[in-house]
């Protein structure tokens, strides 16, 4: 998990996010349309996105 995180931090939210999914069809076509970013670069400025602060 360690290695994953410090590599392609995206891939373990997007991971987790498919866990929690419908094991189907409609969960297959909500998991094409997951949008994950590394940074806070991304194509969506328009949309404000808020931060949100995880501890652990």
């Given at each position: 998990?360690?290695?994953?995180?410090?590599?392609?931090?995206?891939?373990?939210?997007?991971?987790?996010?498919?866990?929690?999914l419908?094991?189907?069809?409609?969960?297959?076509?909500?998991?094409?349309?997951?949008?994950?970013?590394?940074?806070?670069?991304?194509?969506?400025?328009?949309?404000?996105?808020?931060?949100?602060?995880?501890?652990?």
């Open positions: 998990f360690r290695e994953m995180n410090q590599r392609a931090p995206e891939k373990v939210i997007e991971l987790a996010i498919k866990g929690m419908p094991h189907n069809s409609l969960g297959s076509q909500m998991y094409t349309k997951l949008k994950v970013y590394a940074g806070a670069e991304h194509k969506h400025e328009a949309q404000k996105p808020e931060v949100l602060e995880i501890q652990g």
